[in-house]
């Protein structure tokens, strides 16, 4: 939790230019899932005459022939309907109500899970970004050590070994941050931010 915490507080403030586009990847999942619903769905409600209905039958009979004749007399019409049994038409509106709550809640099931996997590609984000920014800070302390030690070359303060360590600590500085911040710009992109360079990590130092 706390460290939750300190990736809302510091990671943040640094992406709410990016507030849209991360709105716009966690609405995504409820597109996902709206379609595989629709994709799945065969639909839940009988019609109004439909259940209440068991069977309906319409019949027409014709003169000799089977044929239409300008005599009504000889011409008839019958429609017959059975209603559903008593009851009955209670059960089947009781499976169609389970039917549709089983339905919401795995749809509520597949929405929590699709934005639960996206928030934790947020927080590897944030997490990503921190790390980043970090190591770019390093580098820049780093570079100006071994600046700040070469400066004393001609001096009786120079020491070897700290200006080469110092040099050492800033190509592996270097090359972390350089990794770090490809990683960052695979999340950026899987999330659809801003890609940030190693001019805009220095420039936040």
């Known amino acids: 939790m706390k460290k939750f915490i300190f990736l809302l507080i510091f990671g943040v403030p640094c992406c ?14 409820q597109a996902e899932v709206n ?9 839940t409600h009988m019609s109004m005459a439909g ?16 044929k239409f004749d300008t005599k009504e007399r000889e011409q008839s019409y019958e429609i017959r309907v059975r209603p559903k049994a008593w009851g009955q038409h209670e059960v089947e509106e009781s499976i169609l109500d389970l039917r549709s709550e089983q339905q919401n809640y795995s749809y509520n099931f597949a929405l929590n899970a699709a934005l639960k996997k996206r928030y934790l590609v947020l927080l590897a984000y944030l997490e990503q970004h921190n790390i980043t920014q970090y190591l770019f800070n390093l580098l820049a302390l780093s570079t100006q050590e071994a600046e700040f030690i070469r400066s004393e ?38 999330i ?3 890609l940030d360079t190693a001019d805009s990590q220095g420039n936040r130092i």
């Open 16 to 29: 709410i230019s990016a507030n849209s586009s991360v709105n716009a990847f966690l609405l995504a999942a």
């Open 35 to 43: 379609e595989l619903s629709e994709s799945s769905s065969t639909g």
């Open 51 to 66: 259940s209440w209905l068991d069977e309906a039958q319409f019949r027409f009979n014709a003169s000799e022939g089977n």
């Open 153 to 190: 070359v001609m001096t009786d303060r120079f020491s070897a070994e700290k200006f080469f360590d110092a040099v050492e600590m800033t190509e592996q500085s270097e090359g972390l941050a350089i990794l770090n911040l490809a990683r960052l710009n695979a999340l950026q992109t899987q």
């Open 192 to 194: 659809g931010v801003p």
